[in-house]
């Protein structure tokens, strides 16, 4: 018995070899040498063996988003909170985008980028919180292989493109501010177009590749993801193969587009704050600050959300603790973004009133 289990022990090692392609002229004569002393009831081991592994390769057709370990209670509550969320986030950022595209008044590079970023908080949440508010409501917490890997894909994208719109959004402060009578010809309409398409599509590429070399990987054991979304973080521990370059890889990407633009957004404000205190008067700098406060707000929500929860130290106390910052992160800038422009902006409540007013009483 114990001969007969170091024999098939090499032959499975063997096989892996060839499955590489790898194996040498060596273990061959040897595994042919070998397959006499194996008996009937070994082979069938080894088989069943072998189909137990290509079933848990290729058994995964759907994942199940875990989600918050909350009391049905809660959920309802939790449901309530998020789809009002929701609502505010989607009629407060595509209201900004109306106002920008009727009123003249704000047709400037400023409020532009402005309409680009509220197109874009409209997109990241509706990537995540509709699938999260079925699964509350309905119980049915399954995704299927290929809707997980868009909505990856998507949320990805969308979150390199809100980097690099915040780091645009500096740097037209920065012109305003630092180099004021030379704003209209840097930051003019073909400068600002290309700014934008370029920080739509950037992430595109490299976002796609990720994804598909995450969904590459062999799923085996569990199909459990423990998150109201697919992550990647939590996606690659179901994998059963080795993820070194998945993980390089998503460094490399939050690196280019995160710490990247973020470093720009920095060197974008020192200068802006030299420029601001060097001015003679205090009015003159509490009106140049007020101009560029609400994209510092919304950098602090963006920034500070993601570094605490990536940063954060890991604890088994709070399980749900990262999923409870992933969501912070996921929807509370996107839904306070109406309202620091809006309430901070003079120009944006104007144009508010004005519309509104027109609206509710034709001429």
């Given amino acids: 018995m114990k001969e007969e289990k170091d024999v098939c022990a090499e032959l499975v090692q063997g096989r892996q070899l060839m499955d590489l392609g790898t194996i040498s002229s060596e273990v061959t004569v040897k595994l042919s040498g070998s397959f006499e002393n194996l008996s009937l009831a070994t082979w069938k081991k080894l088989n069943t063996y072998e189909e137990m592994m290509n079933l848990n390769r290729t058994a995964v057709t759907e994942f199940l988003l875990l989600g918050f370990s909350t009391s049905p209670e809660r959920q309802v509550l939790l449901f309530v909170a998020l789809l009002a969320i929701y609502l505010v986030t989607v009629v407060g950022n595509l209201l900004i985008i109306l106002v920008t595209l009727v009123d003249p008044t704000l047709h400037t590079s400023m409020y532009f980028f402005l309409s680009n970023l509220s197109a874009l908080e409209v997109g990241y949440s509706s990537v995540t919180v509709p699938k999260m508010l079925v699964s509350l409501i309905s119980g049915d917490k399954r995704i299927s292989f290929a809707s997980c890997a868009i909505q990856m894909c998507f949320f990805l ?207």
């Fill in 157 to 363: 994208c969308f979150g390199s493109t809100e980097s690099s719109f915040l780091a645009i959004m500096a740097y037209d402060r920065y012109v305003a501010i630092c180099n004021p009578l030379c704003y209209p010809m840097i930051m003019n309409k073909k400068v600002c177009v290309l700014l934008a398409a370029t920080s739509w599509t950037i992430g595109i590429p490299a976002q796609v590749v990720q994804t598909s070399l995450m969904f590459t990987l062999p799923f085996c054991s569990s199909k459990e993801i423990n998150h109201f979304f697919c992550d990647p973080a939590p996606l690659l521990l179901l994998a059963c193969a080795d993820t070194s370059m998945n993980e390089t890889l998503t460094y490399i990407m939050v690196t280019f587009f995160g710490m990247v633009p973020f470093a720009l957004i920095l060197l974008s404000y020192i200068r802006i704050i030299a420029t601001i205190l060097m001015m003679p008067s205090a009015e003159g700098k509490r009106k140049t600050f007020s101009t560029c406060s609400s994209h510092l707000i919304v950098v602090a929500l963006f920034y500070g959300s993601g570094i605490l929860l990536y940063l954060r130290p890991r604890s088994s106390e709070f399980p749900d603790g990262g999923k409870l910052l992933s969501l912070f992160h996921t929807v509370l800038p996107a839904m306070f973004n109406p309202f620091i422009y809006s309430l901070r902006n003079r120009d944006i409540q104007t144009a508010l009133k004005r519309n509104m007013w027109h609206k509710m009483v034709p001429c």
